[in-house]
């Protein structure tokens, strides 16, 4: 039976999650966002996540409006407010950020993405990921949705390397849905998946909880989702209910529907030891079903970092 240890988190780190009240003022909202990004460095996270759409309404009418240009890299200042303030954050603080996401305008193809910057805590850009399963749903009298309307999907898997701790894989909110997404980064090594996202109030009450531990459990990793607070007056009122889960789908912190941060330690032990007590990596049947085995994605395309 081939051995399951290698070193997947180097030491023990913690994450926060940000559950941030954004509005319609994107300056507001970026100074909101500095504001909650120092309490939770302040209690001793190495790594801060944000929520999807966090300087913006979540919205296709509002996406346009809000969009940044950020290509070529780094971008212009003062056309990219977000990408300098979330810059600023992870270094004035001295973490890793994951920034959420923000609406980008791709300024030579004129294309609109969903897209997550993360920064260094030298507050240098680590890495982009671009929604890549746009959220278009339609359950009829309940909610509707059609992200594709205005923007593009990127087109690969996100797997970014924090040198002291190891490799997490960022996606944002619908690409939870797409578990082989997941398996691949956590094939690649990956010790956390975080999912910046704003689920509703329909399938958030249904399947929020029930993706991020189909996620856990099937990786046997860390998961985070970290949701806007909720805005019940607003035209896209998000669940909530960020949370962090432990490698074996224990839900190890959860907000409810206000501004919130949440906080966990990960440490490399807990994945180890799940691996160990259930030993999905050496049981797996790549004979049976060779077709998901060989991860033949897009993977390798080049970030637009570096
Ligand atoms: N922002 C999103 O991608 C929402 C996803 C969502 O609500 C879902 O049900 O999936």
Redesign the pocket.
Known sequence: MASVARSILKKPVKISLVQLLSGTDKAANLKHAASQVAKAASGGSNIVVLP??FNSP?GTEHFPKYAEPLLPLPPVKDQAPSYYALSAMAAENNVYLIGGSIPELNPSTKKHY?TCLIFGPDGALLSIHR?T???D?DIPGK?T?R?SEVLSPGNKVTLVDFPEYGKIAVA??????FPELATIAARKGAFALIYP????L???A???KL?AQARAVDNQIYVGMCSPARVLDSS?P??GHSMILDPMAAVLAEAQEDEAIIESELNEEKILETRRNIPLETQRRFDVYPDVSAGKVAYEEPDLVG
Do not use: M, P, Q, S
Not at 197 to 200: E, I, M, S
């Open positions: 999807e759409c979540y969903n929604k399963h746009l959220f749903i909610v949705f992200e944002i909110c619908y690409d939870i849905r996202g704003a689920f509703n329909v399938t958030g249904l399947h929020w993706l896209y998000a669940w």
